[in-house]
């Protein structure tokens, strides 16, 4: 899509891939940074997930991008996503779901902060209805 870049490094045993992530409004962007810091996280703690690909997140460029051009990576107001693929998450059986997940990250992301936009809205409004039921039967 456009707007949306991916970085690829391969190495012998592994493959890094690195979202260097761009919103174009600032509430969205801050909503990414809170739900991406989560998310990399997680992965640490839940001993299910130790078979999925390592996931870290940096406010800034990784080391993997030195060498990358400026504008390319330049404006993440997002940060920056990285995952570590191994062989074992490329294997015949795997690696066209793999593939999949990787591609449509992006997606995925922008899919939970609408998502969490809408649920905070909706638990405003029906908060201010609670809050104009009290000052109706108050009145």
């Avoid at 801050?30 to 001993?47: N, S």
């Avoid at 993440?76 to 997940?101: I, M």
């Amino acid at each position: 899509r456009r707007g949306e870049t991916m970085f690829i490094k391969p190495q012998n045993d592994q493959v890094t891939v690195i979202f260097p992530m761009h919103f174009a409004d600032a509430r969205d962007a801050v909503i990414a940074t809170q739900f991406l810091t989560q998310f990399a996280e997680v992965r640490r703690g839940q001993k299910e997930l130790s078979t999925a690909p390592a996931v870290s997140y940096h406010k800034s460029p990784p080391l993997e991008l030195k060498d990358a051009p400026e504008e390319m990576i330049g404006g993440a107001n997002g940060g920056y996503v990285s995952f570590v693929l191994f062989k074992r998450h490329a294997t015949p059986d795997r690696l066209e779901a793999t593939v999949w997940n990787i591609m449509t990250f992006h997606a995925f992301v922008s899919y939970h902060i609408k998502y969490s936009k809408a649920y905070w809205h909706s638990r405003m409004r029906q908060k201010v209805e609670s809050w104009l039921s009290i000052l109706k039967r108050a009145k």
